[in-house]
């Protein structure tokens, strides 16, 4: 089956980081793009961050220098690496497949609440 | 940064009832549109993908059009299962974002 899975999630303080990963199967995680996307409690969604398949990688302003997108082939597991925590990154956050710019396939997301 | 509108915010409808939401950007681009229906406590589920085109398995009544700067979702006939809130998504820039929801509930 395809599809992806994410974990990771927690309750966390502010300040510090938290690492969320997504294991993917039924398709390579490296021969497809990836984003990670956030939905705050009650909110609308918010992409995060995206990595090509070449590797490069796209945050979005509100994330940009704390979080870290990643892939590993050998697992076949996508990362987002969250540092410097603060109460605003509290939300639910999903990875999904990227085809032709549009999110095709979505995990059921992980809760990161961070709070003191 | 693309900024991505959508109208109206939230509406009411009955079943078989024609729904129209409109998304806008805030510059010209293209047909890079995409559009997502979620309901409470579920992903995200891409409906639209490049403004039109209807992406594997949704349902016909289910429809896109648009391009430029201009958007439009269509639901020819809702159905009780269509209850839930839109988004629509911009994949022009590398920075990608998404519209701020309209949410369709039972009249």
């Known amino acids: 089956e395809v599809q992806v899975v994410e974990s990771g999630g927690g309750l966390i303080q502010p300040g510090e980081s938290l690492r969320l990963s997504c294991a993917a199967s039924g398709f390579i995680v490296t021969s497809d793009y990836m984003t990670w996307v956030r939905q705050a409690p009650g909110k609308g969604l918010e992409w995060v961050s995206i990595i090509y398949i070449d590797g490069s990688t796209y945050y979005a302003d509100s994330v940009r220098g704390r979080f870290t997108i990643s892939r590993d082939s050998s697992k076949n597991t996508l990362y987002l690496q969250m540092n410097s925590l603060r109460a605003e990154d509290t939300a639910v956050y999903y990875c999904?497949?990227?085809?032709?710019?549009?999110?095709?396939?979505w995990g059921q997301g992980t809760m990161v609440t961070v709070s003191s | 940064d693309i900024q991505m509108t959508q109208s109206p915010s939230s509406l009411s409808a009955s079943v078989r009832d024609r729904v129209i939401i409109t998304c806008r950007a805030s510059?010209?681009?293209?047909?890079?549109v995409n559009w997502y229906q979620q309901k409470p406590g579920k992903a995200p589920k891409l409906l639209i993908y490049a403004a039109s085109s209807l992406q594997s398995g949704v349902p016909s009544r289910f429809s896109g059009s648009g391009s430029g700067t201009d958007f439009t979702l269509t639901i020819s006939s809702l159905q009780p299962e269509d209850f839930a809130t839109y988004y629509c998504?911009?994949?022009?820039?590398?920075?990608?974002?998404f519209g701020p929801g309209t949410k369709v509930d039972i009249k």
């Open positions: 999904a497949r990227v085809t032709a710019g549009a999110f095709d396939l």
């Open positions: 998504q911009q994949s022009y820039s590398t920075l990608f974002s």
């Open positions: 510059q010209s681009i293209s047909t890079y």
